[in-house]
């Protein structure tokens, strides 16, 4: 290939993402308004085993269904109280969330979990969030009262200090108007961008906030969140995890390891509850 070609591929990338934000895909697999196959039950109320019930935070371009088919039922079935719900959405745009303002995506979240642990009448939740939903949570902590509601926050490859797209985010001074398309059309996906604006807001003065607990899972094949050691936090609780570390066979790149990873979803189970983790092996991917 021509050195100019690949050049070009990567802001041809980043053009398509920009386009399916503003143009909804015709024919999408499921509506966010699908059943939520067993999760969001209003009636549930927290065990004294698991006291605290789980709000799951979907990524970009996902909703409330879709990036949780696997991960919901796999806590269900350890006896957690489970929610999701849609957030980011942008007019016009039906199928796909998670693509307005972070901020404002923020102070939905803090609706939502109000609402959560009024009818599970506990005190606190955890979070746990895929891609943005592992970053978003933070601006929700650190400014909108959260910390006083939340006991822990999973985050699976969250790009909390932002994303390069492998290089592509480099190229945005070389073409006038591309950063400009994305902060009007897609808001979130430019408040992702290393060095934007919300992301310095919100990592200036450390990373964390006191009394959370923090977790991260990353992946080494992350192609979405790079480098993907910028997705770990620092500062007092938190506790970092490449899933590499646990089982150099994982695979999973950036979509599978929120979607069906139950290596990961073996150490999620562990950052809830803490007091009863088993290591996380190979092994766990049966479990």
Known sequence: MLPWKRALRPLAALLLTAAVAVVPAAGAAQAAGA???GWNDWS?????AHPRPVVLVHGTF?????????LAPYLENRDYCVFSFDYGQLSG??????LGPIDKSAEQLKTFVDTVLAATGAPETDLVGHSQGGLMPRYYLKFLGGAAKVNALVGIAPDNHGTTLSGITNLLPYFPGIQDLLTTHTPALADQVVGSPFLTKLNEGGDTVPGVKYTVLATKYDEVVTPYRSQFLSGAGVHNVLLQDLCPLDLSEHVAIGLFDRIAFHEVANALDPAHAAATTCAAALS
């Open 93 to 98: 745009v039906p199928l796909f969330f998670g």
């Open 35 to 37: 059943p939520s196959h």
């Open 62 to 70: 996902a909703n409330s269904v879709d990036n949780w088919l696997s």
């Open 44 to 48: 549930c109320k927290p065990s004294a």
